[in-house]
């Protein structure tokens, strides 16, 4: 990765945060974007930080236009960013509706929008993006985030297949239940957390959660030449929660 710009959404916390420092680890030159404050996080790595609001094209528009201007190049898109809601879709308001379809599958198609012409300056390069183990399985009471994330598999897939001749890989990293601050948020939010967590964890073979630096291994694999040949896969690292569900 010496020598690399990457690119890494959602890179606040949790997931985002472990494969920013992982790229930074092997050499990168990382970027962050994300909606909240990563300034300390950026300092840490000696990374850029950029607010954006991936649902908003301007932002977007204005994030790649900062790379471009700093860095002239782009070689790796970690998409990271995204959001999850529980609740019946008979108890779900149209705003509900729009802020998670807006980030999860809007934001993909911007962010990856965006980055294609970067990456096809750069002579090609890697888009990785994030899906979910609920994109294969259904749960209940969390059917909008599902499915979009169900559409980011499909997605990628597309992207793929658009853009091998540019010499850009495209892959989607589908984590299980990992302990992020956006787990840890909806744990606590319901009626009996501790209930909720055994539950969680029950859901894995391992029995147990995932931990963010356990999916930006994963990230990293993918978005580095030792994954030369793989494109249009979606992996899981999901703890066996789909070999387990019948």
Not at 92 to 98: C, E, R
Not at 180 to 191: N, Q
């Given at each position: 990765m010496k020598?690399k710009?990457?690119?890494?959404t959602?890179?606040?916390?949790?997931?985002?945060?472990?494969?920013?420092?992982?790229?930074?680890?092997?050499?990168a030159t990382?970027?962050?974007?994300?909606?909240?404050?990563?300034?300390d996080?950026?300092?840490e790595?000696d990374?850029?930080a950029?607010?954006?609001d991936?649902?908003?094209e301007?932002?977007?528009?204005?994030?790649?236009?900062?790379i471009?201007?700093?860095?002239?190049?782009?070689?790796?898109?970690?998409h990271?960013?995204?959001?999850?809601?529980r609740?019946?879709?008979?108890?779900?308001?149209?705003?509900?509706?729009?802020?998670?379809?807006?980030?999860?599958?809007?934001?993909?198609?911007l962010?990856?929008?965006?980055?294609?012409?970067?990456l096809r300056?750069?002579?090609?390069?890697?888009?990785?993006?994030?899906?979910?183990?609920?994109?294969y399985?259904?749960?209940?009471?969390?059917?909008?985030y599902?499915?979009?994330?169900?559409?980011?598999?499909?997605?990628?897939?597309?992207?793929a297949?658009?853009?091998g001749?540019?010499?850009?890989r495209?892959?989607?990293?589908?984590?299980?239940?990992?302990q992020?601050?956006?787990?840890?948020?909806?744990?606590?939010?319901?009626?009996d957390?501790?209930?909720t967590r055994?539950?969680?964890?029950q859901?894995?073979?391992?029995?147990?959660?995932?931990?963010?630096?356990e999916?930006?291994?994963?990230?990293?694999?993918?978005?580095s030449d030792?994954?030369s040949?793989?494109?249009?896969s979606?992996?899981l690292?999901?703890?066996?929660v789909?070999?387990?569900?019948?």
């Open positions: 020598g710009v990457v690119l890494v959602g890179a606040a916390s949790g997931i985002g945060a472990a494969c920013a420092r992982r790229f930074a680890e092997h050499g990382v970027v962050l974007a994300d909606r909240n404050n990563s300034d996080l950026a300092r790595l990374a850029l950029i607010k954006v991936v649902r908003d301007v932002s977007v528009a204005r994030l790649y236009s900062i471009n201007e700093r860095h002239s190049r782009l070689d790796v898109l970690a990271l960013a995204g959001v999850a809601q609740g019946l879709i008979t108890a779900f308001s149209v705003t509900d509706w729009d802020t998670v379809v807006d980030t999860n599958l809007k934001g993909t198609f962010c990856c929008r965006g980055a294609i012409p970067l300056k750069s002579g090609g390069g890697a888009i990785v993006t994030i899906g979910s183990e609920l994109a399985v259904a749960e209940q009471n969390i059917s909008v599902s499915a979009t994330k169900a559409a980011v598999v499909h997605f990628t897939r597309c992207l297949n658009d853009h001749a540019d010499g850009i495209v892959n989607c990293v589908c984590p299980g239940p990992v992020t601050p956006m787990l840890e948020r909806g744990i606590k939010d319901s009626p957390p501790a209930l055994r539950r969680t964890e859901t894995t073979i391992l029995g147990r959660l995932g931990q963010p630096t999916i930006a291994n994963v990230v990293y694999f993918l978005a030792e994954a040949f793989i494109t249009g979606a992996i690292a999901d703890g066996g789909t070999s387990k569900a019948t």
